[in-house]
């Protein structure tokens, strides 16, 4: 990494937006991330986040930065500032504020800072979707505007990954079972009408963590407006959030009681994602749960 031509990069950018110029001390490489190359900046007045990527990935970056600062705007869930993002010939990168962050922390709190974020009054006619499609990992997530929930999950999540799964080798059965239960996804609503949330979009417990005051931090989100049970669904499926987040996310926004049937529905999402990038196991487990949730819809009707 050339620091000095990055630095002088980062000051320009950072000139434009009326923010101060920084000086790099010293950086050094943090693990952790899927994705990204991440480093911690040290400057002489505070310490940087510098996640970098070859170039190529600089709509992801540009993507992570407008939803960091959508999150900011909501004023609920604590996520770092973002600063700057830009590329040069073979890098692209995102400079943001450095946060210390530990597992240790009140995870009561962090289910009430979601449900505050969930919660946050919208106009009742705030549509479902995004102004721009984002990214879910590396894969690309469509986000047109919908009045329509159900439309906006099948037209929008699961399609386009059952899509991908044929290009990366999944059994074209997979892809027509899929495509029949977004036919019958109207069945899991039929008393339930969710509101469009602001969403973290990606909460697994690799993307939230706390500061060094022990406050709930969110990092690494993929926003759009959504039903809220999504967060939640994903939570539960590689787990790593306590019993009291759930607790903490209930005092302030109770579930709709039907949402245990909507998890794995939910989850289907993250399971066909998580085969788009990493292929093995996630294949079976998403026709399990294609062939459950088509099997709940027949038991029931
Ligand atoms: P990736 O996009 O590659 O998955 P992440 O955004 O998850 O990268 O960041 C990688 C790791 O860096 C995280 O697991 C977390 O420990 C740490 N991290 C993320 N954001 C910050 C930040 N703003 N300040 C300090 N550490 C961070």
Same mark, same amino acid.
């Given at each position: 990494?050339?620091w000095?031509?990055?630095?002088?990069?980062?000051n320009?950018?950072?000139?434009?937006?009326?923010?101060?110029?920084?000086?790099?001390?010293?950086?050094?490489?943090?693990q952790?991330?899927?994705?990204?190359?991440?480093?911690?900046?040290?400057?002489?007045?505070?310490n940087?986040?510098?996640?970098?990527?070859?170039k190529?990935?600089?709509p992801?970056? /540009?993507?992570?930065?407008?939803?960091?600062?959508?999150i900011?705007?909501?004023?609920?869930?604590?996520? #770092?500032?973002?600063?700057?993002?830009?590329a040069?010939?073979?890098?692209?990168?995102? &400079?943001?504020?450095?946060?210390?962050?530990?597992?240790?922390?009140?995870?009561? /709190?962090?289910?009430?800072?979601?449900?505050?974020?969930?919660?946050?009054i919208?106009?009742? %006619?705030?549509?479902?979707?995004?102004?721009?499609?984002?990214?879910?990992?590396?894969?690309?997530?469509?986000?047109?505007?919908?009045?329509?929930?159900v439309q906006?999950?099948?037209?929008?999540?699961?399609?386009?990954?059952?899509?991908? %799964?044929?290009?990366?080798?999944?059994?074209? %059965?997979?892809? /027509?079972?899929?495509?029949?239960?977004?036919?019958? &996804?109207?069945?899991?609503f039929q008393?339930?009408?969710?509101?469009?949330?602001? &969403?973290?979009?990606?909460?697994?417990?690799g993307?939230?963590?706390?500061?060094?005051?022990?406050?709930?931090?969110?990092?690494?989100?993929?926003?759009y407006?959504?039903?809220?049970?999504?967060?939640?669904?994903?939570?539960?499926?590689?787990?790593?959030f306590? /019993?009291?987040?759930?607790?903490?996310?209930?005092?302030?926004?109770?579930?709709?009681?039907?949402y #245990?049937?909507?998890?794995?529905?939910?989850?289907?999402?993250?399971?066909?994602?998580?085969?788009?990038?990493?292929?093995?196991?996630? &294949?079976?487990?998403?026709?399990?749960?294609?062939?459950?949730l088509?099997?709940?819809?027949?038991?029931?009707?």
């Open positions: 990494m050339n000095q031509a990055l630095s002088k990069h980062i320009t950018l950072l000139s434009e937006k009326n923010l101060p110029a920084i000086q790099i001390l010293t950086a050094h490489a943090i952790g991330g899927d994705t990204h190359q991440a480093y911690q900046l040290h400057t002489p007045d505070k940087y986040f510098l996640k970098c990527a070859p190529h990935h600089l992801i970056l /540009q993507a992570e930065h407008h939803n960091l600062t959508a900011q705007n909501s004023y609920t869930i604590t996520c #770092p500032t973002p600063y700057v993002t830009g040069d010939n073979s890098t692209a990168w995102l &400079l943001m504020e450095f946060i210390s962050l530990t597992q240790q922390g009140d995870d009561a /709190q962090r289910g009430r800072d979601l449900a505050f974020m969930h919660h946050q919208h106009s009742n %006619s705030q549509p479902f979707g995004w102004f721009e499609d984002n990214f879910i990992g590396q894969n690309r997530q469509s986000n047109q505007w919908s009045n329509d929930w906006f999950y099948g037209q929008h999540r699961l399609q386009p990954q059952l899509e991908m %799964s044929q290009l990366n080798g999944a059994p074209k %059965s997979l892809y /027509q079972k899929g495509i029949q239960l977004i036919e019958r &996804l109207p069945f899991w008393t339930y009408q969710p509101k469009a949330s602001l &969403l973290h979009g990606d909460l697994w417990s993307n939230s963590a706390f500061n060094s005051e022990g406050e709930p931090v969110f990092f690494d989100p993929a926003c407006y959504g039903d809220r049970e999504t967060d939640l669904a994903m939570s539960e499926l590689f787990g790593g306590s /019993q009291q987040f759930y607790s903490g996310y209930q005092e302030i926004f109770p579930l709709d009681s039907g #245990p049937n909507r998890k794995k529905l939910y989850q289907l999402y993250h399971i066909l994602n998580h085969f788009n990038l990493f292929g093995g196991a996630y &294949l079976q487990q998403a026709e399990q749960y294609i062939q459950q088509l099997q709940d819809s027949t038991d029931t009707q």
